[in-house]
């Protein structure tokens, strides 16, 4: 059964960067389509990226277009998110998720497989 663990999280300034990453266990990543979702205090938590099993579809939220990547290293059996010049709204706890496969991927909460990792925390803050 697929785990997925993310890390990477933490304090960060205004117009700093994090890379998050989001590693499996259990079973090799590369038979999954992967997404990244986070939630803000008393909201329900939401899509901002996905990326396909193969890597050939990729896709972002409006909100983080232009500044976060999405990537994978299937050999690493990890997903990363590379999070550039962040604000204080991108304060929140990122998860990742397997979501269903498709092309193009789709990061909506419906296109969730499988079980929640722990999350981790980023926090954008002077």
């Known amino acids: 059964q697929l785990q997925l663990a993310e890390s990477g999280g933490g304090l960060v300034r205004p117009g700093g960067s994090l890379r998050l990453s989001c590693a499996a266990s259990?079973?090799?990543?590369?038979?999954?389509?992967i997404a990244w979702f986070r939630q803000f205090p008393g909201k329900e938590r939401e899509g901002i990226s996905c990326?396909?099993?193969?890597?050939?579809?990729?896709n972002y939220a409006d909100s983080v277009k232009g500044r976060f990547t999405i990537s994978r290293d299937n050999a690493k059996n990890t997903v990363y998110l590379q999070m550039n010049s962040l604000n204080p709204e991108d304060t929140a706890v990122y998860y990742c998720?397997?979501?269903?496969?498709?092309?193009?991927?789709?990061?909506?909460?419906?296109?969730?497989?499988?079980?929640w990792g722990q999350g981790t925390q980023v926090t954008v803050s002077a």
């Open positions: 998720a397997n979501i269903r496969l498709a092309v193009p991927c789709d990061y909506a909460r419906t296109s969730v497989r499988g079980s």
């Open positions: 259990g079973i090799s990543l590369q038979y999954y389509a």
């Open positions: 990326i396909s099993r193969l890597g050939d579809s990729i």
